[in-house]
């Protein structure tokens, strides 16, 4: 199993352009979510998503769409981004719900000039 | 509001000697708890989790935590750390809607030779 796996591992984006940040998972988990880790902040959840089609909006979900059309991919759009979306970008999935065990993805590294 | 908060920002310690990280919730009710740790360079993994049952939970490479319920904690604890123990810490809690985790800012621990 490749686990969680996001890419890319790195970008940088303008200011007002747009990208969507891939989320895949090969575990047959339900439940997907998507953090940003800010320093002194730790993480915040975005958007979660307990199967697909389903969806739902986290902590800091302004800036932000999800969908979720198969259980493996929990794609990230970012419709105009904004140097404040500058981040670190975790996808996370779990077997039996978001307050479970979650899986990590390695992370996208997002700068917003 | 719901909160998690760790006490400790910064941590630097010798090779042997003992930690403590301490993490605080504000929130009753049943919760699930988990320490994860981050790695430089490496994305969230889990050191430990307590769902029910025995209050000290032991997790891999020797750390360990205790919750206590009376004082709402639920503190990391390692007796000798090692060089290889450098590394961010996050402990997280679920949240009383059960369909998120909410994580603490992080302690940042430097172990020196």
């Known amino acids: 199993n490749a686990g969680v796996t996001q890419t890319p591992k790195f970008q940088v984006l303008k200011t007002g352009q747009s990208m969507t940040l891939q989320c895949a998972q090969d575990?047959?988990?339900?439940?997907m979510s998507w953090y940003r880790q800010d320093p002194g902040m730790g993480l915040r959840l975005i958007h979660y998503?307990?199967?697909?089609?389903?969806?739902d909006q986290g902590e800091v979900p302004n800036g932000y769409n999800v969908s979720r059309s198969t259980t493996e991919d929990f794609p990230l759009r970012l419709l105009s981004a904004a140097p404040s979306q500058t981040s670190v970008y975790f996808c996370a999935s779990s077997l039996q719900g978001l307050s479970d065990t979650q899986y990590f993805g390695p992370g996208t590294r997002l700068t917003v000039l | 509001a719901q909160s998690v908060s760790q006490h400790n920002h910064h941590v630097i310690l010798s090779e042997a000697a003992s930690l403590e990280l301490g993490c605080n919730y504000s929130y009753g009710g049943t919760v699930n708890l988990f320490w994860y740790v981050q790695y430089p360079g490496q994305h969230l993994q889990l050191l430990l989790k307590?769902?029910?049952?025995?209050?000290l939970v032991k997790g891999i490479k020797g750390f360990e935590a205790e919750f206590i319920k009376s004082k709402f904690s639920f503190n990391l604890r390692k007796p000798s750390v090692q060089w290889s123990d450098t590394a961010e810490y996050f402990c997280?809690?679920?949240?009383?809607?059960?369909?998120?985790?909410?994580f603490g800012k992080g302690t940042s621990l430097l172990v020196t030779p």
């Open positions: 307590y769902f029910s049952g025995d209050p």
């Open positions: 575990m047959n988990h339900e439940y």
């Open positions: 998503s307990v199967g697909a089609g389903i969806t």
């Open positions: 997280a809690v679920r949240s009383n809607s059960g369909y998120a985790l909410n």
